[in-house]
C-alpha cells in the first residue's frame, strides 16, 4: 500500500481519530479519577484522625476528672501513646500508620524515626504548614513526595496526622489506567483493520481505472477502460473510455497538421531570430516597415514605449498600431521615395498622462526595386534632456522676473504710496464739501490700488513679496471666496463645492491664497461665456517622500488638502498648457488681461510649499489642482476692516521718501498722533536715543541709504529690546525677510498701504 494512496490516507485519518480519541478518554480518566480519590483518601483518613481524636479526648476527660491535672498528665500521655504503639504499630497489616508531634514539631510517635527528633530534616518546611487547626497539604516524605493530612488537639497541642505516598495514594489510579489504555489500544487495532479490509475492497475498482488511465497518458490509446463495478465507478470509467477515443482521433489530426508545419516553422523561427537579435540589442525604439507601411520588426524598445507586444504589432499598418506618429507619415512616404533620411526633434507624446518627447529618425532601406522598398523608423526618448532644458529656461526665466521685480518694486511701489496717500487725504478733506473732487480722488486710490495689485502679483511670481503666514481653516477660506465670486461671475453659472476635508488647516497667507482662489475661478468663469457648472472639491492625501522627491515643486512628505476647480468650459489648447502660469501670457484680448493672474498663483503656492497643476480638454473643460500642507495649529478667522480708527500716540516716521513723510504724517495726524520724521536709519537711531522713551511706535522703512532699516532695527534692539517697530517696503526678499522674523517686530505695513491698514495696525500695536 503506497502511502500517497486514498486507502493509506484514510486509514492514518482514523487511526489519528482514535489515538485523539483514547487520549481525551484518558485526560478525562485521569482528571475524574484523580477528583474522586482526593475526596475519597480525605474522607478515609479524616476518620481515622478522628478516631484518634476522640481517643484523646476521653483521655483528657478521664485526666480532668482526678482533680490533679498537672501531676498525671504526663502519665496520661505516655499511656496513650503506648496505647497507639500497641494498637498501630504492632500489627503489620496497616501500612500507613499515625504520626503524633508535640507542640514544638517534635515525634512522639513515628513509624521510622525515633521520639525527639523532628520532621524538619527531611523537609524544612513541614514544620511551617500546621498553622490551621486542621488541613492537608503535600511535600517530601524521606525524600519521596507525600500527601499530608492532620488535626491537631488542642488541650495537649499535640498534631495527629498522616503521611500518605502519592504512589501509594494513587495506586488505584494507575492501575484502572492502565488497562483502560489496554483495552481502547485493542480495540482500535480491532477495528483499524477491519476498517482496512472494507476500504481496500471498495476502492479496488479505482485503482484498477488509475492504472488504465496511466496507460493512456502514456501513449497507450488501443487499450478499452472497463471495470467490473456497477456503480457511480463504472459510469466514471465509461465516460473516460469515451474520452480516450476522442483524444485518440484528435491526437490522429494533430500528428497530421504537425508533419505539415515543421518544416515551414523551422525557416520562419530562424529568419525571425536572426532579425531579433540585430534590432533587440538596441536601446532605441526600432520600428520597420514594408512598401505598404505594415510593420515587419518591433523590437523590445518599441515593447516598452507602446505597451503592445511584438506578436499584435506584426504585419499591422503603421498608422493602426502607432497613431501617434501620424505628422511623420508625409515625411516617411518622401523618405522611401528620395531614399534620404529625415529627422523630427523633441516630439510630443502623451502618455499614461504623462508627456514625452522624442527624436524620430527615418532611415530609408537600401533596396534595389521599389516594390521591396521601406523604411526604418527609430525613436528615441529625450524627455529628460527635453525637461533639462526647460527647466533650465525657466529658471534663467524666473530669475530675469525677479531681478525685474526687485529693480522697480521699491521705486515704484514709493511713488505709488505717495499718490495713494495723498489721494486719501483729499478725498477724506473734500467728500464732503466737494464730492466731485472726492470722487477724482476715489478714481486715483482705485488706479494706485490696480498698479499696487500689479506689482505685488509680480513679486509674488518672482518671490519677492512678504507672506504673512497664520494658522487657517481652508473650508473657510473657501466659503468666503465663493460668496466673493457669486456676486463677481454671470449667474448663469451653477457654482457647487463638495467640501470632504477632514483635517481643513493650513499655515499661510490668507489674502494672498483667497486671491489664487479668486482668480481661478474668474478664469473659470471666462471659459464659460454661455454658463456651465464650476465645482470646487476638497480631500486630504497624503505625499510620500518618493513623490515629494520626484515633484518640481519644493514638497515634504506629508499629509496635504488637495483643492480641486473643475469647470465644464472650453478648456485649454494643448500647445497653451504649458505657458499659463507664465508671466504676461494671456489668450484674451488686448486690455483684457495682463497675464499674471495664473502667474502670481503660481508663485504663492510655490511659496506655501504647495503644488499647482493643470488638466484640460478643448470643449470638455478644465480642471485645477492645489495642494497645500496640513498643519496641526488651530485656525485663525481672518477679519477684514477697512474703517479707520483714531489713536493717540507719539509715532516715528522713518521713509527716505518726502512724499511719503509728509503724506503718512499728515495721515498719523489726522489720526489724533504725535509725529516725528527721520529720513534714514541713523537719523532714527540717535532720535530714539535721545528722545528717552517718548516714541510709543516707530514706522520703519527697509531701503534707505546711510543705514537702512534692517540695520537701524538691529541696532535699536541692542538698546532697546521692548520698542514697538513696524516694518514697511515694497518688497523683502526672502532672506531678509527670514532676519527680520527674529526682531520681534509689531506689525508688517506693505506699500502702498491705505489710511484703513495704517490706522488698525497702529491701534492694535499699541493696544498690546
Known sequence: MKFKSLTSKLLLFIIASFILVIAGVVVIANYHLTKIIDKSQEEIFTEKINVIWENLDRSEDRLNQTGLREAYQNDFQTAFLSTMQSTYYAQSIIHIKPIILDPAGKILLHPSLHKGESLSGSDASINEKFADEQGNFYSEFSGDPSWYIYK?????????????????????????????????????????????????????????????????????????????????????????????LAVKDQFHKLNLEMKEREHIEKELVELKQYLLDIINSMSSAIIAINGEKKITQWNISAEIRSGISAEKALSQPLETVCPELAQTYPLLTESIRERRIKKFSKQERISDENTIYEDITIFPLSTTSLADSGAVIRIDNVTKEYEFEQQISHRSKMDAIGQLAGGVAHDFNNMLSGILGAAQLIQRKTEKDQPNLAQMSELIIQACTRAADLTQKLLSFGRKGKIISTPLNIHSLITDTVELLSRTIDKKINMTCALEAKNTTIFGDGSGLQNVLMNIGINASHSMPDGGEFIIRTKNTWLDKMYCDSSPFDIEEGEYVQIEFEDSGCGIAPENIKKIFDPFFTTKEHGKGAGLGLAAAYGAIRDHSGIIAVESKLDKGTTFSVLLPCSESEAQNDVYKTEIVSGTGNVLLV??????????????????????????????????RESDNRIDVTIMDMIMPVMDGQKAIETIRSFDAEMKIIASSGFVKDAENNRLESFNLSGFLHKPYKISELSQLLKATLQN
Open 152 to 244: 491537631k488537639f488542642e488541650p495537649w497541642n499535640w498534631i495527629i496526622l498522616y503521611a500518605v505516598p502519592l504512589e501509594v495514594k494513587y495506586r488505584d489510579k494507575k492501575t484502572f489506567t492502565a488497562l483502560l489504555l489496554a483495552t481502547m489500544f485493542t480495540v482500535s487495532i480491532i477495528v483499524t483493520l477491519l476498517l482496512s479490509i472494507v476500504i481496500a475492497r471498495q476502492l479496488r475498482p479505482i485503482k484498477t481505472l488509475t492504472k488504465i488511465t496511466s496507460e493512456i497518458a502514456a501513449g497507450e490509446m488501443e487499450k478499452p477502460i472497463l471495470t467490473d463495478s456497477h456503480d457511480e465507478i463504472a459510469t466514471l470509467a465509461e465516460s473516460f473510455d469515451q474520452m480516450r
Open 655 to 688: 521713509d527716505d521718501e518726502e512724499v511719503i513723510r509728509l503724506t503718512c504724517s499728515q495721515m498719523l495726524e489726522d489720526m489724533g498722533y504725535t509725529v516725528f520724521v527721520a529720513s534714514n536709519g541713523k537719523e532714527a537711531v540717535d532720535m530714539i
